[in-house]
């Protein structure tokens, strides 16, 4: 189902003022729909998708790639679980920054809310002997709450999320250092032995081989946990933003705030909502890194936080909010995995690394403009 074509379980007059927030935005999707139901199958119709232009990408990137790398194993189930256990990663926390991104706000406080997830749990196993299961359902707690004060400041102050979630970044990653040496006296944390099945779960190594010897047939090989999970947090996200009636309230948010407050919308809370699972999505990840490693680090991953940010913009979110899917966050997740580790199947220079993400970025948000921008202008026409 296309992104904004739900109808939120309001009354009559919200549902217009909703609409009406919505804009140019809503207006398309919504034609696409009507073609789509008008004459069954329709190239325009799958044009003005938010993940056209993502997609797009992720089949001429994979094919470069493809080519490129063929004698280094990119395509081998082993070359592939490195870019996929890297996109998975990114991805966990991608698709709650696209939620945000969409509604308009941003949160790269997550830089520092990776590691706090991880030496929380650590922490809490190792020098509090807590359960496993409840250490992670403690340090989801941490993790919500983080995200809490970010959106009640947002919501509460009015300065601009970019701002707020700038010094949250800085005073989490103060307190994961301070409170490390103050409890454990050092910033590296070893995890004990959690378990065969909280391993598996949480941070292992799978792989799928059909038949023996000769024979065999490899479906998947060294994929890490995250993987899966970011399986599983994909879908239940794709529920939130495209099934659910909180994903027209979101878009509508995007589109224009004010009017979605007057239409009835939560916004507030909507939003402070958002802030919570992005901290959230951000500590499960700093959790699978520490099963997976057996430690953890008060290290902040400035990284990610742009890591995040391309995914997105790659996978069709618009940087003013109101438009992009879920599919599409993941296929540029998909596509930023492979340029980021692909190179090292291939034989260009690595330091070439940062040009080709750069290259990526500015190429995959003109595409997606240009997807956007022919289909609207192709409708219009057809219209006329």
């Not at 939120?8 to 140019?24: E, H, I």
Request: aromatic content about 12%; glycine content about 10%; hydrophobic content about 55%.
């Amino acid at each position: 189902m296309l992104a904004g074509q739900l109808i939120a379980p309001v009354t009559s007059d919200m549902r217009k003022r909703q609409k009406f927030t919505l804009g140019n935005k809503m207006a398309d999707t919504q034609s696409t729909k009507n073609e789509s139901s008008e004459g069954g199958f329709s190239l325009l119709s799958l044009f003005r998708r938010p993940e056209a232009g993502a997609a797009a990408g992720f089949v001429l990137i994979f094919l470069f790639f493809s080519f490129f790398g063929w004698d280094k194993n990119f395509l081998t189930p082993l070359g592939a679980s490195t870019w996929l256990n890297f996109a998975s990663k990114v991805g966990i926390i991608a698709i709650p920054i696209g939620f945000l991104m969409i509604a308009g706000e941003l949160d790269i406080s997550v830089g520092a809310v990776i590691p706090a997830g991880g030496i929380v749990l650590a922490m809490a196993v190792e020098i509090f002997g807590f359960n496993f299961w409840v250490a992670v359902l403690f340090s989801f707690a941490v993790a919500a709450a983080i995200g809490w004060i970010n959106g009640m400041l947002v919501t509460r102050t009015q300065v601009p999320s970019l701002i707020v979630t700038l010094a949250t970044l800085f005073v989490v990653a103060g307190l994961n250092a301070y409170v490390s040496k103050q409890i454990a006296g050092t910033t590296q944390h070893s995890l004990p032995d959690v378990g065969a099945i909280s391993e598996f779960l949480m941070g292992d190594y799978h792989s799928l081989v059909i038949g023996e010897g000769e024979s065999a047939f490899t479906i998947f090989r060294s994929l890490q946990s995250s993987f899966f999970i970011w399986i599983v947090v994909a879908v239940m996200c794709f529920y939130i933003l495209h099934v659910s009636p909180w994903g027209n309230w979101i878009f509508a948010m995007g589109g224009d705030q004010e009017s979605a407050r007057n239409a009835g919308i939560p916004t507030n809370r909507l939003k402070i909502a958002l802030f919570m699972l992005s901290a959230m999505a951000a500590a499960l990840v700093g959790m699978t890194e520490a099963v997976l490693a057996n430690t953890a680090s008060t290290t902040t991953q400035f990284g990610m936080i742009f890591n995040t940010i391309i995914c997105v913009v790659v996978g069709g979110v618009l940087l003013t909010g109101g438009f992009g899917t879920v599919t599409g966050v993941v296929f540029g997740t998909l596509t930023f995995g492979i340029v980021f580790q692909g190179i090292n199947f291939t034989t260009f220079d690595k330091d070439l690394n940062m040009l080709f993400i750069g290259a990526l970025l500015l190429i995959a948000v003109l595409m997606n403009d240009t997807f956007r921008n022919l289909a609207t202008s192709a409708s219009t026409s057809k219209k006329k």
